[in-house]
């Protein structure tokens, strides 16, 4: 087996770079192809499929418990170099996944297409097609399942530049999905559904030929390994809670938001999302590079450099979210207007709601990850899930008195940072070396001081200015300079200013040598 090298500065930056690479692709497809299918579809189809498909997702609540266990233990035996535990843990993480599809369409056909038969608000002459969309995005949500383990390999070998290259393929195909439904004369809202499902069976075909003819590992074999899947059922088990809790506020959000308001609020949920998903990726992409190395320093007992890793990840990652996404807090409804021929109403309020929450969510997510390394998620998962759910009743009482489609992401906000504090007190329960103290003092006051530093003078130009390309630029201009600015003045220390300054004279004199030629 091929010895990792955990905390690789060199795998770490080319396994970023190959995701950004990706995640610009994606970006740009995707602001095109968001915009048309909302002008193909219609706000209320748009706003139809969101909810609908959005049933599978809070449903599919354990998908994401058995997608962090397996790929946690695939990475901690990868970490010990224990090739026979490795593929002991493939084998039952495989088993495990397809009983775990199978009971979920029993349940999705049931008690989901129940909920959606008697529950959502649909037009009576979209409720054949919102059915069909439903038992589409219920075995599109079968092969997601069953591709999970193939995923966790990937990601505990660290090979993300497959990723990168199956997430471009997988843009260029959502693109070709506008062109055909721009040129159907079919049901546009069941054929989107249809294709949509047709690139993921593409994707889970691929996934499954690359694993089995790389790693050794990935032997198609379906037989119970006791003792891992018990350790592994375990830890999805505590983590289950937790990752019901966050489906059912996301989703939950959704429904209400859709009795009270109705599909075409819903519509303008789907875009503040698609706008977000876009922007958190590029910090997304390092936290999925990142995330394998934490893993594998705790797995090799490395607590000095696992304690590092885990705080400065916290702090660029949010700091290069905030780079990318504070020009559009400020000017959402400027994009929202340029990108969109009809904007759904609470569409700019929805997507500045949701890029505060998401800078919350980033800068504690590497927290988490050291709290999986550590194999200990009852805590975490029991404290942070109770919180979250509060969202929900919190927000039916709201909305009963007479409060906006704005009120649940508002208390998301709150909650989130309610339940980050318990975070921080969960990690230093099981790495005592890891302290609260040491993460506010290395992290969080920093990042709060360089995003409130880089603020200034963006909304300023954004308050003194009017409206339009001239002020845009400006903004983002401010924005980008600022805060790459004093995030290399203060967030970096003495060692990394001078492995920064040797990166660009390396990247400067490559192209130079290029150029020359």
């Known amino acids: 087996m091929q010895d990792p090298i955990v905390g690789s500065n060199k795998r770490l930056m080319k396994n970023t770079m190959m995701l950004y690479l990706r995640m610009i692709l994606v970006i740009v497809i995707g602001l095109f192809t968001g915009r048309e299918v909302l002008r193909i579809l219609g706000v209320v189809d748009y706003g139809i499929y969101n909810v609908v498909g959005g049933i599978v997702t809070l449903l599919a609540f354990m998908y994401g418990s058995l997608g962090a266990s397996t790929a946690r233990f695939l990475t901690y035996e990868i970490g010990r170099q224990n090739e026979a535990k490795l593929r002991d843990t493939f084998t039952a993480a495989l088993t495990v996944h397809l009983g775990l599809a199978i009971i979920l369409v029993i349940i999705f056909e049931t008690v989901g297409l129940w909920f959606v038969l008697h529950k959502l608000t649909i037009p009576v002459d979209r409720m054949h097609a919102a059915i069909v969309v439903y038992h589409i995005s219920v075995f599109t949500c079968f092969l997601q399942i069953t591709q999970i383990p193939y995923n966790s390999v990937i990601i505990a070998h660290e090979r993300m530049d497959v990723f990168a290259y199956i997430g471009m393929a997988e843009a260029v195909a959502k693109l070709l999905i506008v062109y055909v439904l721009i040129y159907s004369t079919a049901d546009r809202l069941i054929l989107y559904a249809v294709l949509y499902m047709l690139v993921s069976l593409a994707t889970m075909s691929f996934y499954h030929w690359y694993c089995v003819s790389r790693f050794?590992?990935?032997?198609?074999?379906?037989?119970?390994?006791?003792?891992?899947?018990?350790?592994?059922?375990?830890?999805?088990?505590?983590?289950?809670?937790?990752?019901?809790?966050?489906?059912?506020?996301?989703?939950?959000?959704?429904?209400?938001?859709?009795?009270?308001?109705?599909?075409?609020?819903?519509?303008?949920?789907?875009?503040?999302?698609?706008?977000?998903?876009?922007?958190?990726?590029?910090?997304?992409?390092?936290?999925?590079?990142?995330?394998?190395?934490?893993?594998?320093?705790?797995?090799?007992?490395?607590?000095?450099?696992?304690?590092?890793?885990?705080c400065n990840s916290s702090k660029f990652c949010t700091l290069l979210l905030f780079l990318i996404s504070f020009p559009v807090f400020l000017e959402s409804q400027f994009i929202l207007n340029l990108w969109l021929v009809d904007v759904p109403d609470y569409s700019s309020i929805f997507c500045q709601l949701t890029i505060v929450n998401n800078w919350v969510s980033i800068m504690f997510r590497p927290v988490i990850y050291g709290i999986y390394a550590t194999g200990n998620v009852k805590r975490v998962s029991f404290i942070n899930g109770t919180v979250y759910l509060l969202v929900l009743p919190l927000s039916y009482i709201f909305l009963k008195n007479g409060g906006t489609p704005a009120v649940p992401l508002v208390l998301n906000i709150l909650l989130l940072i309610v339940g980050h504090f318990f975070t921080l007190q969960t990690i230093h329960m099981y790495v005592p070396e890891f302290s609260q103290r040491y993460f506010l003092i290395k992290t969080l006051i920093p990042t709060l001081l360089i995003m409130a530093g880089a603020s200034i003078l963006p909304i300023i130009a954004f308050l003194q200015l009017n409206s339009g390309w001239g002020r845009f630029i400006v903004v983002t201009f401010l924005s980008i300079s600022v805060t790459s600015l004093l995030t290399y003045k203060y967030g970096f220390n003495q060692a990394y200013r001078v492995k920064f300054r040797r990166f660009i004279y390396e990247k400067t004199c490559m192209v130079r040598t290029l150029f020359c030629r």
């Open 216 to 310: 050794k590992e990935c032997v198609l074999q379906f037989k119970i390994v006791k003792e891992v899947s018990i350790k592994m059922l375990s830890f999805a088990s505590w983590d289950l809670y937790g990752n019901l809790s966050v489906s059912v506020r996301g989703q939950g959000i959704n429904i209400l938001q859709n009795m009270f308001f109705g599909p075409v609020v819903n519509a303008a949920s789907a875009v503040s999302n698609q706008v977000m998903n876009g922007i958190m990726g590029f910090a997304n992409n390092f936290l999925t590079a990142v995330n394998p190395q934490i893993v594998k320093l705790h797995a090799k007992g490395d607590m000095e450099r696992f304690k590092n890793l885990i």
